[in-house]
């Protein structure tokens, strides 16, 4: 990832290494960015993504970050997308979001997400920004939520805690990521995502002793983020979670 020098008497924002072709963040608003990344197929690929700078001080051990991994309807080329549903749509109304730096990538079209570029982004970002490695959180919503689940599985030493919703991963492999905090969300309506997966993740967490927490809305379908994204307790749950 390239970064490019700002003089010493602009803002804090621009400080900071920002990743190649990005715009120079601004406190307080949502920059597109992009970054060449490793991929699940051994070829590097372009990851394009959106970061967020808070608009508070710096934290003396770096900003906590973020990761937002959106669902099947936000993949493409228009990083305008992202921003349909979570922390994007949030980013800058949602006074919780002020104390985390973000990042929410997309995923190209007509594919699941690549885990692999997904770590590869996040290494970057955190070599890159002034983040505390101690507080990586990971979320994602639907398609989302099934990467935020086989990161656990494949990185369970990366995040310091894990939010999937109306996501399904594999309960088999549970005992992997058993130590790290996650806050399971799920709709009992659910047609898209039936919610027992989401159950057969917590129940097998439960027979390991894992540090699980679910979340059931009653009488919500495939949309449990809404709900939960606008819930000023995950964030504070979340910033409790410390490597």
């Given at each position: 990832m390239?970064?490019?020098?700002?003089?010493?008497?602009?803002?804090?924002?621009?400080?900071?290494?920002?990743p190649?072709?990005?715009?120079t963040p601004?406190p307080?608003?949502?920059?597109?960015?992009?970054a060449e990344?490793?991929?699940?197929?051994?070829t590097?690929t372009t990851?394009?993504?959106?970061t967020?700078?808070?608009?508070?001080?710096k934290p003396s051990?770096?900003?906590?970050l973020?990761?937002?991994?959106?669902?099947?309807?936000?993949?493409g080329?228009?990083?305008e997308l992202v921003?349909?549903?979570?922390?994007?749509k949030l980013?800058?109304?949602q006074?919780e979001?002020e104390?985390?730096?973000?990042?929410?990538?997309?995923?190209p079209?007509?594919?699941w997400?690549?885990?692999?570029a997904?770590?590869?982004?996040?290494?970057?970002?955190?070599?890159?920004?002034?983040?505390?490695?101690?507080?990586?959180?990971i979320?994602?919503?639907s398609?989302?939520?099934?990467?935020?689940?086989?990161?656990?599985?494949?990185h369970?030493?990366?995040?310091?805690?894990?939010?999937?919703?109306?996501?399904a991963g594999?309960p088999?492999?549970v005992?992997?990521?058993?130590a790290?905090?996650?806050?399971?969300?799920?709709?009992?309506?659910?047609?898209?995502?039936?919610v027992?997966?989401s159950?057969d993740?917590?129940?097998a967490?439960k027979?390991v002793?894992g540090?699980?927490r679910?979340?059931?809305?009653?009488?919500?379908?495939?949309?449990s983020?809404?709900?939960t994204?606008?819930n000023?307790?995950?964030?504070?749950?979340?910033l409790?979670?410390?490597?």
């Amino acid at each position: 990832m390239s970064s490019r020098r700002f003089p010493a008497t602009l803002s804090i924002c621009a400080l900071m290494t920002v990743p190649l072709h990005a715009e120079t963040p601004v406190p307080g608003t949502l920059t597109k960015s992009s970054a060449e990344v490793k991929s699940d197929h051994g070829t590097p690929t372009t990851l394009g993504f959106w970061t967020y700078l808070p608009k508070g001080e710096k934290p003396s051990a770096g900003w906590p970050l973020l990761v937002f991994l959106h669902g099947s309807g936000e993949r493409g080329t228009d990083l305008e997308l992202v921003k349909k549903h979570g922390p994007p749509k949030l980013a800058g109304n949602q006074p919780e979001l002020e104390s985390f730096f973000m990042i929410a990538p997309q995923c190209p079209t007509g594919r699941w997400w690549d885990t692999v570029a997904v770590k590869d982004l996040i290494d970057q970002t955190v070599a890159s920004q002034p983040l505390d490695p101690k507080r990586i959180y990971i979320t994602g919503i639907s398609m989302g939520g099934f990467a935020t689940w086989n990161l656990l599985k494949e990185h369970p030493d990366l995040m310091a805690a894990a939010v999937p919703i109306c996501g399904a991963g594999d309960p088999v492999t549970v005992s992997r990521f058993k130590a790290v905090p996650i806050w399971a969300f799920h709709g009992d309506k659910d047609e898209a995502v039936p919610v027992q997966r989401s159950i057969d993740m917590v129940e097998a967490l439960k027979k390991v002793d894992g540090n699980i927490r679910f979340t059931l809305y009653e009488g919500v379908t495939h949309d449990s983020w809404t709900r939960t994204f606008s819930n000023p307790e995950l964030y504070k749950w979340l910033l409790e979670q410390k490597k």
